[in-house]
């Protein structure tokens, strides 16, 4: 018998305080197992209570007379398929007063079971021992079922009702019955049960009913309304000894064997709340993370084969969950309740999951395309506490010397982004200054699957690579080179630029010079000058520009671009000195008064200007009158103000478009 030890809190310990559980003693049955009877056919025989010297005549052994019927085990009594003779009236259960065999019987060796019912008897023969103990188990499960579905449904205390849980529990465990039933009718009763009595069931009783159904779900799944009560206690009592002691087989054996969590989303529920009752225990990102490690087993390879995605699928779920609370927590204005650090703590605890099971070789070419196609939501890939621990799992993924499976950082199809382009310089995602994807560059220039098709495709990323280049990122440097070489680039420019960038580095500058030895071309190409277009990478600095602009010939710029980036007025020092340039775009930099003050007295080639969303004010934008050939200026989400830009107007007589929306002179 499962026993309960002590008093309001204590249970017994079923499992080890690790997370993989041990073998308990629990009651079992030992003997021969039988299928259950649910009709067939039998020999019947009716006796009555025998009140006269004829009736017991009539019912001796010699005398019976015996009929063969179908008898059908219904869920309500025992009845027959032909309603006639000794079977004219159904035998409900609740009038069995007992069924056993009959030991003593005659030399034929009939094999006989015997039903008490209130006036008599009814006898059952079988043609041999086997069939007939089928019988008699199949009657008492039959008649058990229906015993505990009336009293439980009627039980009121909170105390009985765990009681004749527990019975029940004992009595499948212990029945010589091999059917999914003898498992399954006692969780569909107690869900059942559950969902009606959830008012008066104590704390205390909520937690021996847990420890009843224990060892019925190490080889069962729990019921969704199980799933749903064995939810509520991880969420109002994570730290219970129940989590770890009796939950941790039954989510293991969810895991290992659950084949569509689609059909069961409470079952998937009740595992991502284990798996925050498990983070909620000290140090609990490394309790849930031994756990994800306990499920790969300590193999080379999972023996598993669903682990992995079953975890996948919780804990894409329960990232989705995440933001969908946070969401509606700022939709109905209940900032105040909303508790930022631990939404926090429940995020990273799933991105560390992805981090461990990443850590399995057999398990990361499953795991990088099952996140190739990136399947978390929008919020979450703008969010820098998601993206910054899902980079331990990409480095993972990355490092894997298989070309299938680093591969899957770059976007699923062709024209798709993936992880290689959300982490890229100038990204959404991109929060260190290039490095992560420095790495992931380096990988993937050195993979040995179609090279010239990859750096094709990076023709449209070559200011990231540019800018890591210039600071003297290696791989970057490579990549140039390699895009020289392989002739990706069609545009004259753009290889100028290119040329100029690996020169601005010593490294850079050795590479080139090898790559010059091979290539005649690009020798005759740099001996035209440098190029008449540059646009630097967005989030280049002063010193990125500075490096760039002192690295070769720029005597033939015409056109620069420093739009998005992050260049201020210290860079006007480094402008002055281009004398043919035209066009100049700092749209959306930190250039100021300062700078536009100094460009103005130098850079009177000027044709094009554009300023939008910068933080120059009238002192600056004043001197803008030095500019004799301005044709196009873009005074667009300045400080201007009406009076300057009247008189901008009659100071530059060139002047053919000028924008000034969102500005005082609008």
């Known amino acids: 018998m499962w026993k309960m030890k002590g008093m309001k809190h204590d249970v017994v310990k079923w499992f080890t305080d690790s997370v993989n559980a041990t073998e308990t003693h629990r009651p079992t049955f030992c003997g021969p197992r039988y299928k259950l009877i649910h009709e067939g056919d039998i020999q019947v025989c009716r006796l009555n209570h025998t009140r006269t010297i004829v009736s017991k005549i009539m019912n001796s052994k010699y005398l019976r007379r015996w009929e063969c019927h179908r008898i059908v085990l219904s869920q309500n009594d025992i009845r027959s398929a032909s309603i006639i003779g000794f079977m004219e009236t159904p035998i409900p259960y609740s009038s069995i007063e007992d069924v056993h065999i009959i030991s003593r019987w005659d030399a034929g060796q009939k094999f006989c079971i015997r039903i008490t019912i209130q006036d008599g008897s009814l006898l059952l023969q079988a043609n041999n021992s086997h069939l007939r103990d089928q019988w008699l188990h199949s009657i008492q499960w039959k008649k058990h079922m229906y015993k505990y579905e009336k009293l439980l449904k009627n039980a009121r205390r909170p105390e009985v009702l765990v009681k004749e849980i527990k019975n029940m529990i004992d009595i499948s465990l212990t029945t010589a019955i091999q059917d999914a039933s003898v498992y399954q009718f006692p969780l569909d009763l107690v869900s059942e049960l559950l969902q009606q009595n959830a008012d008066f069931i104590s704390r205390v009783a909520h937690e021996n009913i847990i420890v009843a159904l224990a060892p019925l779900l190490e080889n069962n799944h729990p019921t969704q309304e199980i799933c749903d009560f064995f939810s509520k206690h991880c969420k109002n009592s994570p730290r219970s000894s129940i989590v770890i002691e009796l939950f941790t087989p039954v989510v293991q054996r969810i895991l290992k064997h659950n084949a569509d969590f689609g059909k069961f989303p409470r079952m998937r529920t009740f595992v991502q709340e284990y798996i925050q009752a498990l983070n909620c225990q000290n140090d609990g990102l490394r309790v849930v993370q031994n756990f994800v490690k306990s499920m790969h087993g300590m193999a080379s390879t999972c023996p598993h084969p669903r682990v992995l995605f079953n975890l996948v699928a919780v804990c894409l779920a329960a990232i989705y969950s995440c933001y969908e609370e946070k969401k509606s927590s700022m939709q109905e204005n209940v900032d105040a309740d909303f508790d930022t650090i631990e939404w926090e703590r429940k995020l990273i605890c799933y991105t560390g999951m992805f981090e461990s099971m990443s850590g399995f070789e057999d398990w990361r070419s499953i795991l990088g395309s ?53 982490y890229c310089p100038g990204s959404i995602a991109c929060d260190d200054e290039g490095e992560l994807w420095g790495v992931m560059l380096k990988k993937l220039i050195n993979c040995c699957c179609r090279r010239k098709k990859f750096l094709t495709s990076l023709s449209k990323l070559t200011g990231p690579v540019m800018l890591l280049s210039l600071r003297g990122t290696e791989s970057a440097m490579e990549v140039l080179c390699a895009m020289l070489e392989l002739d990706v680039v069609e545009n004259n420019d753009l290889k100028m630029q290119m040329v100029t960038t690996l020169q601005s580095t010593c490294q850079g500058k050795r590479m080139y ?71 100049l775009n700092l749209w959306s930099t930190q250039f100021g008064d300062t700078g536009l003050q100094l460009i103005c007295e130098h850079l009177q080639k000027l044709q094009v200007l554009n300023l939008c969303e910068t933080p120059v004010t009238d002192k600056g934008l004043s001197t803008l009158a030095f500019l004799k050939n301005l044709r196009k200026l873009n005074l667009n989400s300045t400080s201007l103000s009406a009076l300057t830009f009247e008189g901008l107007k009659e100071k530059l007589p060139a002047l053919q478009e000028c924008d000034v929306r969102y500005t005082d002179a609008w």
């Open 370 to 422: 099952l996140l190739q196609p990136i399947p978390f939501p929008n919020d979450a890939i703008a969010h820098e506490v998601f993206t910054l621990h899902m980079k331990p799992v990409l480095l993972n993924i990355i490092e894997d010397e298989h070309c299938e499976i680093h591969q899957t950082i770059l976007g699923i199809r062709e024209g798709k982004e993936g992880w290689f382009h959300l």
């Open 513 to 583: 010079a090898d790559l010059c030895e091979r290539q005649i071309a690009l020798r005759e190409l740099q001996q035209k000058g440098g190029p008449k277009k540059l646009t630097l990478p967005s989030k280049s600095t002063d010193a990125d520009l500075n490096k760039m602009l002192s690295s070769g010939s720029f005597g033939n710029l015409e056109c620069l671009s420093l739009a998005f980036t992050n260049v201020t007025s210290a860079c006007a020092s480094d402008l002055i000195k281009l004398p043919s340039l035209r066009y």
